[in-house]
């Protein structure tokens, strides 16, 4: 008597579905056990190494629970508490606004700057600004220019309004100018100016301003700042609510038990209290990933992507096999013996892998040798996937919008 064959295929199916269950299941305690060997040889048995799948699996955890200083891996909860706070698109607004009368070209009175905090105002950006305002017929104003809320001009708070002043009034740096023309169309040889009186007239900023601008959408805004490791991020956490808020938001997006694994004394990296664990690091690395998928974005929108992106990743993770297939936060802070790379990776087999190593104590050189090598090893596991991306080389200014009184 034989089985009929309706009765032998699905015994067959679910024979064949449990073998490949089985070689599946090795093969990841291979992996794992590979990787794990990997960290121990490439990046040292002391040093905290963390990977983990996008479905959660752990492929490795060595000194994962233990927090260390992570450098400018701090960006990454200060980079989504202030998508969490001001969302993707937000932009950062610089008012100028009079408090007298507009005549003759001459203001009667002071030109107030009401700074929110706009890290990326530059140069350029006062040129803009300086275009707008002759636009409007603006050549002198009879007092001075004065700073009201936080302002930074040229990367710097210290002094930002007299600097901002005299780039206003003596105009800015010939680059800065031709760059400006070269995307405007403007003319001349150096950029509008504006005179200022050495004292100040006082008086109350005008209900309208006369001229507003707008930074870049926040998502290039941080990204731009991460690539070069910019530790003008300290100030910028104070636009998320300050350290502590940014604390608390990252402690909030990691399981509770690692919460004590998040230390903040700065939103940079700087400062000498931050501490971060491996874990943390990686649970950070994926609340930002799907913070940024609420509004269409991914990583590689804030984060630089290894080989490709000008900043602490251009040369690096650059060879045949590895261009574009990284995207990570990098940390150094030789002071404190901290070294670090956090990011990821895309793979067919486990979707996004998430990874952190985090050295310490180890000269930074060698340090970025072992991450690098421990993160080839990683690409050598799995079939990975390049990032869809491509590197936008648009001036940041050309981001920016300016708004003269009347316009619409």
């Known amino acids: 008597m034989t089985t009929a064959p309706s009765k032998l295929a699905p015994r067959i199916a679910r024979l064949l579905w449990g073998i490949a269950l089985a070689v599946a299941t090795a093969c990841a305690g291979a992996a794992r056990a590979d990787l794990a060997a990997d960290a121990r040889a490439l990046v040292g048995a002391g040093q905290g190494v963390y990977v983990e799948t996008e479905d959660g699996s752990v492929l490795v955890a060595q000194e994962d629970a233990r927090p260390v200083h992570p450098a400018s891996v701090s960006k990454v909860p200060t980079t989504l508490a202030l998508l969490r706070k001001l969302g993707a698109e937000h932009r950062f607004a610089t008012r100028f606004v009079p408090t007298g009368a507009l005549r003759d070209g001459a203001i009667a009175g002071d030109l107030v700057v009401q700074g929110s905090g706009d890290p990326y105002f530059v140069d350029e950006n006062a040129a803009l600004v300086a275009l707008a305002l002759r636009d409007l017929g603006v050549r002198r104003v009879a007092g001075t220019l004065v700073a009201r809320g936080p302002l930074l001009f040229n990367w710097q708070t210290q002094g930002a309004a007299a600097r901002l002043a005299r780039a206003l009034a003596a105009g800015v740096s010939p680059a800065a100018w031709q760059a400006v023309r070269a995307e405007t169309g403007a003319a001349g040889a150096k950029s509008p100016t504006v005179g200022f009186a050495a004292q100040a007239h006082g008086g109350a900023p005008q209900r309208e301003p006369l001229v507003v601008h707008w930074s870049q959408p926040l998502v290039p805004l941080v990204k731009a700042l991460n690539g070069f490791s910019n530790n003008i991020f300290a100030p910028l956490a104070d636009a998320a609510g300050g350290i502590a808020a940014v604390q608390a938001i990252a402690r909030a997006s990691v ?14 990296g700087a400062h000498r209290a931050n501490r971060l664990s491996p874990r943390a690091s990686v649970a950070l690395l994926r609340a930002l990933a799907e913070e940024l998928a609420k509004s269409g974005h991914a990583l590689p929108d804030v984060l630089p992507v290894a080989g490709i992106d000008e900043g602490t990743l251009r040369r690096r993770l650059d060879g045949p096999g590895e261009l574009g297939h990284v995207v990570g936060k990098t940390g150094t802070y030789g002071d404190y013996g901290a070294c670090a790379l956090a990011g990821a990776v895309r793979t067919r087999e486990h979707g996004v892998v998430y990874f952190a190593v985090l050295n310490r104590g180890v000269p ?14 990683l690409l050598a596991r799995f079939d990975t996937i390049a990032w869809p991306y491509e590197r936008d080389d648009a001036p940041a200014f050309t981001r920016a919008q300016v708004v003269r009184r009347g316009a619409q």
């Open 255 to 268: 399981p509770a038990a690692w919460a004590d694994e998040i230390v903040l004394g700065d939103g940079a």
């Open 364 to 377: 930074i050189e060698p340090a970025r040798r072992r991450q690098d090598a421990f993160v080839r090893a």
